[in-house]
C-alpha cells in the first residue's frame, strides 16, 4: 500500500450520506454501507476524485488541513488505506 496508487474499487458505486460528525457510504457493489468518520471520509473522497498514492494522500491531506508530516499522520493513513482495502472500497491501481 505504501507505494502503490490506490483507486475506487467500483468507481461509480458509492452513494454518501454526510453528518457533521461522519458519514455512511453504501457500495452498491458489494451492497454493503460503511461509516467513516471525518478524516477518512475525506481519505477515500480524494481517492475518488483521482487514484492517488499514501504519499500524495499525505502531502493533500497536510496541505488541506495546514498540519505538519509527522509519523502519526502517516500511520493514521496507511491504516485508513488498510482498512479501505479489507472493506472492498479501494484497489491497487493496474
Known amino acids: 500500500m505504501d507505494g502503490h496508487t490506490l483507486r475506487l474499487a467500483a468507481p461509480?458505486?458509492?452513494?454518501?450520506?454526510?453528518?457533521?460528525?461522519?458519514c455512511v457510504v453504501f457500495n452498491a457493489a458489494t451492497c454493503q454501507t460503511h461509516y467513516l468518520?471525518?478524516?477518512?471520509?475525506?481519505?477515500?473522497?480524494?481517492?475518488e476524485a483521482a487514484p492517488r498514492t499514501a504519499d500524495d494522500l499525505t502531502a493533500t491531506v497536510i496541505a488541506g488541513l495546514g498540519l505538519e508530516r509527522s509519523a502519526h499522520m502517516d500511520a493514521q493513513i496507511i491504516k485508513a488505506l488498510r482498512n479501505f482495502d479489507a472493506l472492498a472500497l479501494v484497489v491497487e491501481a493496474e
Open 12 to 22: 461509480g458505486f458509492l452513494e454518501w450520506r454526510v453528518w457533521d460528525d461522519g
Open 37 to 47: 468518520d471525518n478524516f477518512t471520509s475525506y481519505l477515500l473522497r480524494l481517492i
